[in-house]
């Protein structure tokens, strides 16, 4: 049976997400520092929005109505400069130059020093916020364009997402879609050991968001969801994303290890490797 | 000199200007933390509803989705009480708006322990220093209404983040309209050649009736407004105390890390001179009468006369240095 164009789609996609994730491995290897294992995890998701959903032009990264991505877990940064050099908003030399003095790239996202960067993001919950921001300020000039944020699980700890989700909800938002990166580990262990939020959906639910899932990982089912999140114009959407931290390096998976580890030769050889056994 | 009473405190005439130029300028939008009847950012609201989001008793989401309507370089003001503002909202102040320079304009009532019958939790006695400190940022603290309306002006006109601190009451007025401020700027409101008062904000007033107090003893006090305070008006500074030879601050606000130590810091290097400085000694004030307050927490007009004979006492007991 002839595959569908969706999942010819979605076959290319998967390549580009493991280009971005070999390049988060590079990049942190290369500076010896900075956070792979939730960039791994949120690989599918950022490549699909910048190779697939989002209306951008790299080269015009200042476009008016192009939509916006708020990297609100900024720590996961290697994700986005990788997924922004590969669309071609700055050369993919540069990203060797990750967490140098005088890079562009810096530890954490920084509004304005990267073209395609569109908040300052790190310092968790205010990239939500950001991005509550901009979706006002879309509605008030009445564009079509989209808002997308990323947040961490973790991250909704901080009590000010649950503040902007009531701001997000009363202008009812329309333009602006949160993407939960439901991994289930933080920084100290498991979110549910740390500090249980569950049930995430009915929370959001209870903020008068409308809750979409997906499998963070199946490209198809991904791009399903964050299209149906798109065209749903009512109020603001959370779409929890099923996704495993460090996705693609086994030893790298579902562990807290990583989060903030970089990894010396040997590892990094060895996660090349099972990086290019998991593309094959 | 007899000071004219106010009718509108700053935060009213903030409120009245913000909305004078919300017709001549349709960009800019003003957000709102479920104070706008006291900050008066209702003056504006109820006329441009589009362009005012009050978002609730969350300063700290306030600020924080504030820069992201700012993201692309539109012009938002928030509203607020200088306490909530300058702490409660800090990180995001700091990170999200100074870091990547955007056109945030803080608009900081209750500044100050002017909030005095409020007690300690609404007076904002830390404010400037944390603002001044802060990268990129340019703060303001107008004395009257006349002041308070060329703040908003100037907040306007001057690209990146800017803290205006305004005043819960009406006080006094002393600038006659048309007056014309900058960033950076300053004003010899009295002159003199014995010492120099320099203020900021409601102190002035203080310092003026302190400066006529003094004249009545023969010393000639010379006071400033140094409405600007980052950047502050380094030269003016300089300029009164080499003909002075002596400075004393008096502001609104701890003693620490205020308008004094940042003075202190640039004569030290450049022009030493006899030196004081009134406000909270390391301390928090409490609730009650604005003028009992001011007075019993050591930055009134009485206050101010002591310490200036205090300092000019010192002064001429003080060894001179040898001429060359």
Not at chain 1, 135 to 162: F, S, T
Not at chain 1, 209 to 235: C, F
Request: net charge negative; with cysteine; charged share 25%.
């Amino acid at each position: 049976m002839a595959a569908t164009a969706l999942e010819r789609r979605a076959v290319e996609l998967q390549a580009i997400a493991y280009e971005v994730r070999f390049h988060i491995l590079d990049m942190v290897h290369n500076a010896q520092s900075g956070h792979i294992s939730p960039g791994l995890g949120a690989a599918d998701i950022v490549a699909a929005l910048y190779f697939e959903i989002m209306r951008i032009d790299p080269k015009n990264p200042a476009m008016e109505d192009r939509d916006r991505f708020v990297l609100s877990k900024g720590h996961s940064c290697p994700v986005l400069y990788a997924a922004l050099a590969l669309r071609g908003y700055f050369p993919v030399e540069e990203l060797k130059t990750l967490r140098r003095m005088g890079s562009r790239l810096q530890g954490h996202p920084v509004k304005g020093m990267l073209p395609g960067v569109e908040a300052t993001s790190g310092s968790l919950g205010m990239g939500a916020c950001q991005a509550v921001g901009m979706a006002l300020e879309g509605r008030m000039l009445g564009k079509d364009y989209n808002i997308w944020a990323l947040l961490g699980d973790g991250e909704l700890d901080e009590g000010v997402v649950w503040e902007t989700s009531a701001a997000a909800a009363k202008y009812k938002l329309g333009n602006l879609v949160f993407i939960v990166d439901r991994n289930g580990l933080q920084t100290d262990g498991p979110c549910e050991t740390v500090m249980p939020m569950e049930p995430i959906d009915k929370k959001f639910e209870a903020f008068n968001w409308k809750v979409m899932k997906m499998d963070g990982h199946n490209i198809p089912d991904i791009l399903t969801t964050l299209q149906a999140a798109r065209e749903y114009r009512s109020g603001p959407v959370c779409v929890i994303a099923k996704t495993v931290k460090g996705k693609g390096v086994r030893f790298m998976e579902n562990t807290c290890e990583w989060h903030a580890k970089a990894p010396n030769d040997e590892p990094y050889a060895k996660a090349v490797a099972e990086l290019r056994e998991g593309r094959s | 000199m007899s000071l004219t009473k106010a009718k509108f405190a700053t935060r009213h005439a903030f409120g009245q200007r913000l909305l004078e130029r919300g017709a001549d300028n349709s960009d800019f939008v003003v957000f709102e933390s479920d104070l706008g009847k006291s900050s008066q950012s209702t003056l504006f609201g109820d006329v441009y509803p589009n362009r005012y989001f009050n978002m609730g008793i969350a300063e700290l989401n306030t600020m924080a989705t504030a820069a992201g309507m700012a993201a692309g370089g539109r012009t938002a003001f928030v509203a607020g009480y200088s306490v909530f503002i300058s702490m409660r909202a800090l990180e995001a102040v700091r990170t999200v708006i100074c870091y990547p320079n955007l056109n945030v304009k803080l608009y900081a009532s209750h500044g100050g322990v002017t909030a005095a019958i409020d007690g300690v939790t609404h007076q904002g006695s830390e404010d400037i220093a944390f603002m001044t400190t802060l990268p990129n940022m340019k703060v303001l603290v107008p004395m009257d209404t006349v002041s308070a309306r060329a703040a908003c002006d100037l907040a306007l006109a001057t690209p990146g983040p800017v803290f205006v601190r305004l005043l819960r009451d009406p006080l006094f007025e002393f600038y006659f309209a048309g007056e014309p401020f900058e960033i950076g700027g300053s004003k010899i409101v009295r002159k003199g050649e014995d010492i120099t008062i320099a203020s900021y904000g409601d102190i002035v007033f203080q310092a003026l009736q302190a400066a006529d107090a003094l004249s009545a003893q023969g010393i000639e006090a010379e006071v400033l407004d140094l409405y600007s305070l980052k950047p502050v008006d380094v030269e003016a500074v300089l300029d009164s105390v080499r003909r002075t030879g002596a400075l004393l601050v008096a502001e609104n606000h701890q003693k620490r890390n205020g308008l004094a130590y940042e003075l202190a810091a640039t004569l030290l290097k450049a022009e030493p001179v006899a030196f004081d400085h009134l406000g909270l000694d390391d301390c928090f004030a409490e609730s009650g009468n604005y003028f009992a307050m001011i007075d019993k927490y050591g930055f009134s007009a009485a206050k101010i006369v002591e310490a200036a004979e205090r300092l000019l006492l010192k002064g001429r007991n003080a060894p001179r240095r040898a001429e060359p």
